[in-house]
């Protein structure tokens, strides 16, 4: 079912200004109107066609911080009037478009998001997603850690268009960034094609964006930020030829990334069981479709399973019912 939850959201992403039917996705993924609505159960806090309906404003609410009218983005998103747009927008973010506009349009600032683009605004943002993570985890940051001001530092140069932070004056108040994989090395095309061959003139990237850091400040919490964000670093992430995003979450996460259209995996990982324990174990307790084990490192035994986000509290699950394993929850967005 995951495979054509994704297909869905695909489909719904694809075409959020258009007049979309549930027919025309029941046609598109040969699944009765019926077995979508159940597999919207399973992978999503709404019903399809409320799905459909904050989406389009999610989408909008990225369009208004680029100063078009609201007018323009209502009519866009297949609004006639003006009024059912605003109806639409507060009952998904609990304000009107015209109040959010004039929040991110303060003292002549036009832009709410955008990329960073010299030293000083990477270490501003830095410094912001830390205080984001002090509490949940204390080591982000440190010299040690994945998250340094290195490991940040060398990811901006690799990518600078997708370490992203949305501000309000001068403050900064949101954070996504995106690590995409190292491109594929140079090809002597001329070498090639003398020789005979015929390849394709682009390299084909690795298709997937890893998510490190991302929030926003409590006091902004709940103003469509984040998930303005989001679809911003979406945007980005398909122009630039990648098939889709994955990040781990932290517990409490769940149902953000369920809304935005995010699926999960279970990672589960032991020392002391072996892969066919943990199958077992899995059996006993959930009944999760496994879709991949292996053994890292010559004695840290994994396996992987398709799981719901809606289903809280995973990780927490499992380390408590089976103990002496480690978890992480993965999501992941075809694009």
């Keep these: ?37 159940k597999i919207f159960k399973v992978y999503s806090p709404y019903p399809i066609m409320e799905y459909i309906r904050r989406a389009k404003m999610h989408y909008a609410a990225n369009e208004i911080y680029t100063g078009r009218t609201l007018y323009d983005i209502a009519l866009d998103f297949g609004y006639e009037t003006p009024a059912g747009f605003y109806k639409a927008f507060k009952s998904v973010f609990g304000y009107s478009p015209s109040t959010y506009k004039n929040n991110i349009k303060k003292e ?13 605004e990477l270490n501003a943002v830095f410094a912001f997603t830390k205080t984001l993570y002090s ?12 998250y340094s001001n290195k490991f940040w530092n060398t990811q901006w140069k690799k990518n600078p268009g997708l370490l992203l932070f949305a501000k309000d004056g001068e403050q900064i108040c949101g954070v996504i960034m995106g690590e995409g994989p190292d491109e594929t090395p140079d090809v002597n095309w001329e ?14 990237r690795n298709s997937i964006v890893t998510l490190f850091g ?45 809304k ?6 279970v990672l589960i990982q032991s020392e002391k069981y072996s892969v066919d324990e ?40 499992f380390e408590q019912e089976i103990g002496d394993c480690w978890v992480q929850v993965i999501v992941n967005k075809e694009l």
Excluded: C
């Design 1 to 37: 079912m995951t495979v054509v939850y994704h297909k869905i959201i695909q489909y719904i992403d694809a075409h959020v200004k258009d007049d979309i039917s549930i027919s025309d996705i029941s046609n598109l993924v040969g699944y009765s109107v019926n077995h979508i609505y």
């Design 135 to 146: 509490e949940s985890h204390p080591n982000y940051g440190n010299d040690d850690d994945g």
């Design 108 to 120: 002549g600032f036009l832009m709410l998001i955008n990329h960073v683009q010299n030293i000083e």
């Design 278 to 317: 943990l199958k077992s174990f899995n059996e006993q307790y959930y009944e999760y479709e496994v879709t991949a084990t292996s053994i890292y490192d010559e004695h840290i035994n994994q396996i992987w399973l398709n799981a719901s986000l809606l289903d809280k509290g995973l990780r927490k699950k």
């Design 214 to 258: 991302n929030g926003v400040a409590t006091e902004y919490n709940n103003k469509g930020i984040r998930e303005a964000l989001f679809v911003e670093m979406e945007k980005r992430v398909k122009s630039l030829g990648y098939k889709s995003i994955m990040s781990g979450i932290f517990d409490g996460e769940e149902t953000f990334y369920a």
């Design 260 to 265: 935005m259209g995010y699926t999960a995996r």
């Design 191 to 204: 070498l090639l094609e003398a020789n005979g061959n015929k390849p394709e003139r682009q390299p084909q």
